[in-house]
T-cell receptor, first 110, second 114 residues
Framework: DAKTTQPPSMDCAEGRAANLPCNHS???????VYWYRQIHSQGPQYIIH???NNETNEMASLIITEDRKSSTLILPHATLRDTAVYYC???????????FGTGTSLTVIP | NAGVTQTPKFQVLKTGQSMTLQCAQD?????MSWYRQDPGMGLRLIHY???????DQGEVPNGYNVSRSTTEDFPLRLLSAAPSQTSVYFC?????????????FGNGTRLTVT
């Protein structure tokens, strides 16, 4: 399974864009990058996923580098409710297993 | 639409006791899985199922049993609880096995083994 590396914590000012980086240098060509977040002790919440093109939905944007070895999740206008742990995950192509790391704890500051 | 429902929300067991954590989903998802979350460890996969009658082991299967008799339910059994199994347990499901199917998580069961 491909591993991911994320900074353990980040701060972001309320109303500013939050840019969360992730390294996945061993990713295979047919593996997707997923992002989830976990608020307090709730179940993880799906945010977005992509293969090689940049993706955008109502929650966030996902930027994947051309060599696919890293990606960035962008929350365009962070709010206090975005304070959470964010997980970057590489989806195993041959199965359905998701392997979570320890994520990035994002704190949005008023 | 309830999504993924886990019961109970909290449970305290004594060492050696057995119990079953329940998980049900009403989205007709083929794939279901169990994770445990410990402080500083992220989420670790215990067992998963790709359909009724089919189960397989994840990263940390020891001490846990699962079965999948219906599409909707995927219970996790602790046969003889140990303090090392104190954790938060999450059940998750997805529509298919392909990488385009996001996981949907329940809100967890917080288990303490004394």
């Amino acid at each position: 399974d491909a591993k991911t590396t994320q900074p353990p914590s980040m701060d972001c000012a309320e109303g500013r864009a939050a840019n969360l980086p992730c390294n996945h240098s061993t990713i295979s060509g047919n593996e997707y990058v997923y992002w989830y977040r976990q608020i307090h002790s709730q179940g993880p919440q799906y945010i977005i996923h992509g293969l090689k093109n940049n993706e955008t939905n109502e929650m966030a944007s996902l930027i994947i580098t051309e060599d696919r070895k890293s990606s960035t999740l962008i929350l365009p206008h962070a709010t206090l409710r975005d304070t959470a742990v964010y997980y970057c995950i590489v989806r195993v192509a041959t199965g359905n297993q998701f392997y979570f790391g320890t994520g990035t704890s994002l704190t949005v500051i008023p | 639409n309830a999504g993924v429902t886990q019961t109970p929300k909290f449970q305290v067991l004594k060492t050696g006791q057995s119990m079953t954590l329940q998980c049900a989903q009403d989205m007709n998802h083929e794939y279901m899985s169990w994770y445990r979350q410990d402080p500083g460890m992220g989420l670790r996969l215990i067992h998963y199922s790709v359909g009724a009658g089919i189960t397989d082991q994840g990263e940390v299967p020891n001490g846990y049993n699962v079965s999948r008799s219906t599409t909707e339910d995927f219970p996790l059994r602790l046969l003889s609880a140990a303090p090392s199994q104190t954790s938060v347990y999450f059940c998750a499901s997805s529509y298919g096995q392909g990488p385009r199917s996001p996981l949907h998580f329940g809100n967890g069961t917080r288990l303490t083994v004394t």
